[in-house]
């Protein structure tokens, strides 16, 4: 099955600085790569996502890389702030049409410091 | 936004005892997923339901836990004979199609005593 890799596990970047969060996965099947961010105590909420037939995606500050031969992943922050703090975790499925089941990372627990 | 609500919120059992956690997908969703996070870990996939009956299941979908549609609303988990290392927070999802529209709910604290 999918294995997804995740670092790193923690993350501390200045306000205004960027942050770059790295996934790998597994089975080259894998065609839909999610990004949640999850506060404390909280739902994962999808933030961006990215499918395979596609290298770059971007919406504001947040922006996704995929590398399909390489069979990785990125999520770019930029311009950080302190309400950008919180778990996030990346994902990762083959969407087949029927049910598509998620393998999550391990996350990563950002931190934006002022 | 359409939303998927779970309840309760937070739920306390004995060691033992019977669960079910509740779920209501959105309501045009043709596809359901609960999933477990133990404190502190990562989110981890217990099982997809599709057409009334189960897409798929994880090794942690063992022969205590069981899924049903009751009705036209509702999604339920239940867990026959709780364990203490069944303490997680338990999301419901659902989807449109495939991974079209995924949506977690707010979970379910499960604390086993």
């Known amino acids: 099955g999918e294995n997804v890799e995740q670092h790193p596990s923690t993350l501390s970047v200045q306000e205004g600085d960027s942050a770059v969060i790295k996934c790998t996965y597994s089975?080259?099947?894998?065609?839909?790569f999610p990004w949640y961010k999850q506060e404390l105590g909280k739902r994962p909420q999808l933030i961006i996502d990215?499918?395979?037939?596609?290298g770059e995606k971007k919406d504001q500050r947040i922006a996704v890389t995929l590398n399909k031969t390489a069979k990785h992943f990125s999520l770019h922050i930029t311009e950080t702030q302190p309400e950008d703090s919180a778990v996030y975790f990346c994902?990762?499925?083959?969407?087949?049409?029927?049910?598509?089941?998620?393998?999550f990372g391990t996350g990563t627990r950002l931190q934006v410091t002022l | 936004e359409p939303e998927v609500t779970q309840t309760p919120s937070h739920q306390v059992t004995q060691m033992g005892q019977e669960v079910i956690l509740r779920c209501v997908p959105i309501s045009n969703h043709l596809y359901f997923y609960w999933y477990r996070q133990i404190l502190g870990q990562k989110v981890e996939f217990l099982v997809s339901f599709y057409n009334n009956e189960i897409s798929e299941k994880s090794e942690i979908f063992d022969d205590q836990f069981s899924v049903e549609r009751p009705d036209g609303s509702n999604f339920t988990l239940k867990i026959r004979s709780t364990k203490l290392e069944d303490s997680a927070m338990y999301f419901c999802?659902?989807?449109?199609?495939?991974?079209?529209?995924?949506?977690f709910g707010s979970g379910t604290r499960l604390t086993v005593v």
């Open positions: 990215i499918r395979s037939n596609v």
């Open positions: 089975d080259s099947a894998s065609n839909y």
């Open positions: 999802a659902s989807s449109i199609f495939g991974a079209d529209g995924y949506t």
């Open positions: 994902a990762a499925t083959m969407t087949t049409g029927t049910a598509s089941k998620l393998t």
